[in-house]
């Protein structure tokens, strides 16, 4: 016969195994990722295209990241605190197999494009799962689900993965092409301090 403490070891037992198996229970599917831009601080782009093509091939996507792009904190650099969501959220466990984007540098007054493949190891890191919390929220974030397009002024573009819980991951860097406009588009201006800051140091090539 069973007396009563042992029986409550027993119930306890039962429930310690019960919340563990619904703490390991397995992870869901990654469903839900975006595509975010940001150019360098004081060389601002414009974003007037972007276009994705799911993995599938069978259908995809078209939005706005937003027109102006965030910019990063340095010059030199693609860090920055819109870097993980500043961008176009797409609700779908397809991925990404191609995105094109066609964006305005207003700091030399070129226009670029360029269509950007996405590979399967770059889909495979996407969908890893990270057993990682961070920020005040101490929220779970297990994926690296945000695909960031650094646009620099001289065309080159810097492909990373991120997300709150991780830094920028460069995956790879690829070279757009200058985009020919019609002949009476006006550039939007850059605001003053980075105009002040264009005059001074120029449009470098090359450092991003």
């Keep these: 016969m069973i007396n009563a403490k042992t029986f409550l070891l027993i119930i306890f037992c039962l429930l ?16 839900e990722w975006r595509v975010s831009t940001m150019a360098p601080r004081y060389y601002s782009a414009y974003v007037d295209i972007l276009l994705i093509t799911g993995e599938k091939k069978q259908g995809g996507w078209r939005g706005v990241v937003t027109k102006y792009t965030k910019l990063s904190t340095h010059p030199n650099s693609w860090e920055g605190r819109e870097r993980y969501h500043s961008g176009y959220v797409i609700q779908s466990s397809e991925l990404p197999g191609l995105v094109y984007i066609r964006w305005h540098s207003l700091a030399n007054n070129v226009t670029y494009d360029k269509a950007i493949r996405i590979s399967d190891d770059m889909r495979n890191k996407m969908r890893e799962y990270h057993d990682i ?4 929220s101490n929220k779970l974030r297990p994926y690296k689900n945000n695909i960031l397009l650094g646009l620099a002024p001289d065309g080159m573009i810097s492909i990373f993965l991120n997300n709150r819980c991780f830094d920028n991951e460069l995956q790879f860097k690829v070279q757009a092409v200058e985009y020919k406009v019609a002949d009476d588009f006006v550039y939007p201006e850059l605001s ?14 090359g450092i991003w």
């Design 16 to 31: 310690v195994s019960s919340c563990s198996t619904e703490y390991q229970a397995e992870p869901q599917e990654l469903d």
């Design 133 to 136: 919390r961070c920020g005040k």
């Design 192 to 205: 003053e301090e980075a105009q002040a800051y264009v005059d001074e140091h120029g449009v470098p090539v």
